[in-house]
């Protein structure tokens, strides 16, 4: 199967710090979605962006399929933004999908 | 909306036992999926139901996981017999289309011991 890379695995931020998480595929990927899941485990769809760039305030994702990677931007980091970010995509049918490793976001007041 | 909801949200349970885990989907989302988080295995795809027909379940680890969906607006997923190494974070999710817009409910935090 097409293998996912995150990274970095762990990330620790001063609050309003900018960071930028990376997603590295193996192949070329359907879908691919960007999530947080917050500290208490709640897992939150952030972005859908199988290629171009989006933005919702503070975040903001850009995927490049031809060169295989999305990164995703948070600028003026928060506590609350700490948890686990993960990017996923979906197998070719479009239907299962498939999540990375995640990288674990720690931003201290 | 009340979104994904998941019950129980803690299950401790003797090894050997039973284990139900049920889901209520967002109202009018056709796919149902449940996953599995492990610090180990990290998010795993168990099975996923398209109107409330089973689409693929290879994710499911052994014959002793089985998962119904009855009609559109609830999931079972069951564990017979339990064992320790099932301890894990059951998530229930759905989606409009399966592929993208997945709602997750909060997940049933599961200890076999």
């Known amino acids: 199967g097409i293998q996912v890379e995150q990274s970095p695995p762990d990330l620790i931020l001063q609050e309003g710090a900018n960071s930028t998480l990376r997603c590295n595929f193996s192949?070329?990927?359907?879908?691919l979605q960007w999530f947080h899941q917050n500290p208490w485990g709640q897992l939150i769809n952030l972005f859908y962006i199988p290629s171009g760039t989006k933005q919702n305030g503070r975040l903001s994702a850009t995927t490049v399929a031809t060169e295989r990677y999305s990164l995703l931007y948070i600028s003026s980091s928060q506590t609350t933004d700490s948890g686990v970010y993960f990017c996923a995509h979906n197998n070719n049918a479009g239907n299962m999908l498939t999540f990375g490793g995640g990288t674990r976001l720690m931003v201290k007041p | 909306d009340a979104g994904v909801i998941q019950s129980p949200r803690h299950e401790v349970t003797e090894m050997g036992q039973e284990v139900t885990l049920r889901c209520k989907p967002i109202?009018?989302?056709?796919?149902l999926f449940w996953y599995r988080q492990t610090m180990m295995r990290g998010l795993e795809l168990l099975i996923y139901f398209n109107n409330n027909v089973p689409i693929d379940d290879s994710g499911m680890p052994e014959d002793r996981f089985s998962a119904k969906m009855p009609n559109a607006s609830f999931s079972t997923l069951k564990i017979q017999p339990s064992e320790p190494r099932d301890s894990a974070v059951y998530f229930c999710?759905?989606?409009?289309?399966?592929?993208?817009?997945?709602?997750f409910g909060s997940g049933t935090r599961l200890t076999v011991v």
């Open positions: 109202s009018g989302h056709d796919y």
């Open positions: 192949d070329s990927v359907n879908n």
């Open positions: 999710a759905s989606s409009l289309t399966g592929a993208y817009g997945y709602t």
